[in-house]
């Protein structure tokens, strides 16, 4: 096997043709926004607004700087190292230590699962909402919202059975009917601000309910808004399949970043807007977000309220479903290269797809959403902090927590890598992965959440966990002939591939 001089492989694992170079600037921005905009605003906008006020807009802009900081150093790195495997091959490259690696691969499976159930939530309750705005009476109660996630949960999982394979123009369809539920949110604001029944000077106003100091409560705030802008990193794994992408990908990933925080911060802007002060932090379902109150509120007498719920489904249904493939792909390559049991790697013969690595995901969130359920009614909220626990509250602050690590390694990754022979490719300034690693570390700690919403650490500390036990056990039972992480740029490799060839 040769290497070209990025040390990218210049054959196939497994002696496959390359993938198709497909994308083009246009259908790749169009894939990262989609990516981006997802459950994230629908789920974060009202707690965050409850913490800051008519300054809503603000931590959103902070956590695109930290995004933007860290997308720099993904872009050196994939253009680097033009392969899939995204910060497991980072991390693999720059410390050699297969422990990290498998790690960072399994914090990246955790944040998958915990976003997913984080949209299985938000859809359900609106879905619920919309029933009920057709045909009253459909009950919207919190057991109902926990049947109807669950039931989500194990329709994504047959989804994922039958083998859908992600189309980039699928993609493009879904990402436009993201937009347009957001684009009613914001033509919703500023029609009110027209009809002056909004006061347009409440976004400059700082407000917070347990009486934190401006920087403070924007920190806790973007640490809640961060949620909102992961998704950017998924792009990472279409370098294979995009032209040119030393060329293309910088500027269309930033682009995409900035057409993000546009769209979220308008929303915002909405939402201060026409929700009353006081209202902010109280939305009326808080599990289903206050992206509906705004609908509702400042559209009373226009149908949009009954179509809205359903475009929320749209967008979150996408999120959760992008989420569990990649999960249970990553999932499915540690166990195909003897990190995790392999019996993790087991494939469905029929529809040649990994059926153990989908069960084990599906499982694991649909525990987790039973969990927090447990925590939120045990009522473990703190109304002196301004906030309680949710189920989407809980599983949205543990995706942040966990990907904020896995960029600061990133960011720690691409300095170090710096190391390797510069080939030409993207760079970015070495302030850019220093400041990157600070920040992210720095809304990593408990400074960045209120009291209650440090389960956030508890949730994730215990899926990790479960992860490093399987690990171990893997160790003691089971040496992969070609060793541990023997081939990690190829690691999330198409599942479809004929599971009877060794792995090498």
């Known amino acids: 096997m040769t290497s ?4 990218a492989d210049t054959t196939d694992a497994h002696d496959q043709p390359d993938l198709k170079r497909v994308l083009g600037p246009g259908l790749l921005l169009l894939f990262i926004v989609g990516d981006i905009l997802g459950a994230g605003v629908y789920a974060v906008t009202g707690r965050l607004a409850g913490q800051v006020g008519g300054v809503a807009w603000l931590p959103f802009l902070v956590a695109f700087a930290v995004a933007t900081l860290t997308a720099y150093s993904y872009l050196e790195l994939v253009t680097k190292y033009p392969q899939a495997a995204g ?24 944040s998958g699962i915990t976003s997913a159930a984080t949209s299985a939530n938000l859809l359900a309750n609106n879905l619920l909402i919309g029933l009920d705005e057709i045909w009253s009476g459909v009950p919207t109660t919190p057991g ?9 949960m194990l329709l994504l999982a047959a989804v994922n059975l039958r083998g859908v ?16 539920a957001l684009a009613i949110v914001i033509a919703i604001g500023f029609s009110v601000m027209a009809k002056g029944d909004g006061d347009f000077d409440r976004i400059t106003v700082f407000e917070s309910p347990s009486d934190k100091g401006l920087f403070m409560a924007v920190t806790i705030a973007t640490a809640i808004a961060f949620f909102s802008m992961v998704g950017f990193e998924d792009s990472v794994n279409m370098v294979e399949e995009t032209k040119e992408p030393e060329r293309i990908f910088p500027k269309m990933m930033l682009t995409g ?9 308008l929303v915002a802007i909405s939402v201060v807007i026409v929700i009353p002060a006081g209202d902010i932090g109280t939305p009326t379902n808080a599990e289903a977000g206050i992206l509906i109150d ?9 149908p949009i309220d009954d179509v809205f719920p359903f475009l929320t489904v749209f967008a979150v249904a996408n999120t959760a479903l992008i989420n569990m493939l990649m999960a249970s792909r990553l999932l499915y390559g540690l166990a195909r290269q003897g990190v995790l049991p392999p019996a993790l790697g087991k494939v469905l013969p029929g529809r040649r797809t ?50 904020l690590a896995v960029f600061a390694i990133v960011n720690v990754c691409c300095l170090v890598l710096r190391r390797d022979p510069d080939s030409g490719h993207f760079k970015a300034p070495t302030a850019v992965p220093v400041l990157g690693a600070a920040f992210c570390l720095y809304l990593l700690g408990p400074w960045a959440r209120l009291a209650p919403d440090r389960i956030q650490y508890v949730i994730a500390g215990f899926m990790l966990l479960l992860g490093i036990v399987l690990w171990a056990v893997t160790r003691v039972f089971y040496k992969p002939k070609g060793g541990y992480f023997a081939d990690i740029e190829h690691m999330d490799d198409d599942p479809l591939d004929d599971p009877r060839q060794p792995h090498r």
């Open 4 to 7: 070209d001089t990025t040390g």
């Open 87 to 110: 910060a497991a091959l980072y991390a693999h490259k720059a410390f050699g230590v297969h422990f990290v690696t498998f790690l960072v691969a399994f914090t990246v499976i955790c």
């Open 144 to 152: 109902w919202a926990l049947f109807v996630a669950l039931a989500f």
């Open 165 to 180: 394979g992600e189309s980039v123009k699928f993609n493009v369809v879904l990402t436009m009917v993201e937009m347009l």
């Open 257 to 265: 970043l900035g057409i993000a925080v546009l769209i979220y911060m």
């Open 294 to 302: 705004v609908v509702k509120i400042g559209a009373p007498d226009l």
């Open 354 to 403: 990994p059926w153990a690595a989908i069960a084990f995901t599906t499982v694991l969130a649909m525990a987790l959403i039973v969990a927090v359920v447990g925590l939120r009614d045990a009522k473990l909220g703190d109304a002196d902090e301004g906030t309680e626990v949710t189920v989407v509250s809980a599983l949205s602050g543990t995706t942040g927590l966990l990907l």
